[in-house]
């Protein structure tokens, strides 16, 4: 099993693939996880734990 898929390829045994849906939700949870720690960060000050 390959890890990305190119756009030529025809097959369907790969864990990501090229094209937008992928990109798309790849930069959605990487800004949801960038907001998660932001938020962990922001109540550690906030509750003085740092």
Do not use: H, N, P, R
Not at 24 to 35: A, E, K, Q, R, Y
């Amino acid at each position: 099993m390959k890890f990305v898929k190119e756009e030529e390829d025809k097959t369907d045994d790969y864990i990501f693939q090229k094209d937008q849906k992928t990109k798309s939700v790849s930069s959605f949870t990487l800004i949801v996880l960038i907001i998660l720690i932001l938020g962990v960060v922001a109540s550690g000050f906030y509750f003085k734990w740092f």
